[in-house]
């Protein structure tokens, strides 16, 4: 049989991304109760992923590029895939994009660029591709450097202070995280933590000055605290109730058991058994997935870009004991639930339905989206008359495959407002059930006199 010239490079098109999963697979080992695949090779033309995040079932990958860390050398390119790993949209963004997260309290990706110098942030709407820039109100930062990750904790927004100014001993005196609120097209900051702050060793139960020469990604633990990774020191530091009057910070250095330091890009703490946990291999230009149904809950696993591996940390003595090796310079990782994980927020939608005026919420939920979960809430109506307060349960179904759910709440009625103004109010609390997690955030709540204000 003779083979056409055409039907052969269709045959080789076809079969490149799976040659290409196992030549990189075969080189990256693990060991039950672990599984290792290729989830995503690079996209023609990209290359450099870094940070990773999900929104709305899919993940989104940020691929530098040929771009330089102050911004110079043209785009980065974040990739959308499906929970398959296929390509769905691609969004081009100026300069480097380190840091990529998804914002569940304002909807929006964040992509933080140019991390050692000329920052500036992004803002993509992931269902429109719409986008928004900042600049920062104060430039260059106080700090000399740029801005590298964020985390969204209970409305707020904390970014890592990225390559900083060094004295003659390598400390860092300055911002090592900072709380960021949007204004008018600004980012405006105020300091957090400081790099020459007194933290508490977990390890040896003494306080000590960390370096702090490295702030990099953050993350929130299980425990709800802020955790920043100082990369090049190895150190882990949780910061308790971060920006606060009671805030209480602890460091966790990292140790591969040799007398080399280990270094780690990013850090995970699993919230269930069950998921999976995506590792970015810059250097090797692949997004690989690691399941398991035996990860711990509120443990910690580090992706090690010194060592080439994905590692479960000891969260008492700072040992990180590797899962996955073989990787050639691990950098971003993100666990997914394989249970649905559900967080609420308002929609700002008012209407009049007879005599009560309600409100929208929408329920919206990452991990898997394959199955239909019925989500239970909780809503505290509460009056302008305490005497008047109610409390009322309700649930919402999300279909399967679908990432969200709306549902109205009736917060008052006409007569009320007569009689009282616009006073009332209202909380929703998620409440667990079968087939989901509740996660941040959790709950919400809206007055009545927010809305034309």
Do not use: C
Request: glycine share 10%.
């Amino acid at each position: 049989m003779k083979i056409q010239y055409k039907t052969l490079l269709t045959i080789a098109v076809l079969a490149a991304p799976v040659l290409y999963a196992e030549a990189q697979s075969s080189a990256v080992t693990t060991k039950p109760p672990y599984s290792v695949s290729v989830f995503a090779p690079p996209p023609a033309g990209l290359k450099k992923p870094d940070s990773i995040t999900t929104a709305h079932g899919n993940i989104y990958v940020v691929y530098a590029n040929s771009t330089n860390a102050d911004g110079t050398g043209g785009f980065s390119t974040v990739v959308e895939y499906s929970p398959s790993g296929a390509v769905l949209a691609r969004f081009d963004v100026l300069g480097k994009a380190d840091g990529l997260k998804y914002n569940p309290f304002d909807h929006k990706l964040w992509a933080l660029r140019d991390e050692d110098s000329n920052p500036a942030l992004t803002l993509i709407n992931p269902k429109t591709g719409k986008q928004k820039d900042y600049t920062y109100a104060v430039l260059p930062p106080a700090h000399g450097g740029g801005y590298d990750d964020a985390v969204f904790m209970n409305g707020e927004t904390f970014i890592s202070a990225s390559n900083p100014s060094l004295n003659a001993a390598g400390q860092n005196t300055h911002q090592s995280i900072v709380k960021a609120e949007l204004k008018g097209g600004k980012v405006f900051v105020t300091p957090v933590l400081f790099g020459n702050a007194t933290l508490f060793d977990i390890a040896t139960g003494k306080k000590v000055v960390s370096l702090q020469s490295d702030p990099d990604s953050l993350k929130v633990d299980s425990a709800g605290d802020l955790v920043l990774d100082s990369q090049a020191d190895g150190d882990l530091i949780f910061i308790n109730a971060p920006g606060s009057p009671n805030q209480a910070a602890l460091r966790l250095h990292l140790t591969d058991g040799t007398k080399n330091q280990i270094t780690v890009d990013d850090t995970v703490f699993p919230t269930t058994p069950g998921g999976t946990i995506y590792v970015v291999d810059t250097n090797g230009n692949t997004v690989y997935a690691v399941k398991s149904e035996a990860f711990q809950p509120g443990g910690a696993y580090s992706a090690s870009d010194s060592d080439g591996i994905l590692g479960k940390v000891d969260l008492s003595t700072g040992l990180v004991t590797p899962i996955v090796t073989g990787m050639q310079t691990p950098h971003g990782a993100l666990f997914v639930s394989a249970l649905s994980e559900v967080s609420v927020s308002r929609s700002d939608d008012l209407s009049l339905n007879g005599q009560n005026v309600d409100v929208a919420f929408q329920v919206e939920r990452g991990g898997d989206i394959s199955k239909e979960v019925e989500v239970n809430y909780v809503v505290k109506d509460l009056a302008s008359d305490k005497s008047d307060d109610r409390q009322f349960t309700g649930s919402v179904k999300i279909p399967a495959g679908k990432s969200d759910a709306e549902f109205r709440v009736p917060i008052t009625t006409i007569r009320e407002i007569l009689q009282d103004g616009p006073t009332q109010a209202a909380t929703v609390i998620l409440q667990g059930g079968k087939g989901y997690k509740v996660a941040a955030p959790g709950s919400t709540s809206i007055k009545l006199a927010d809305f034309g204000s």
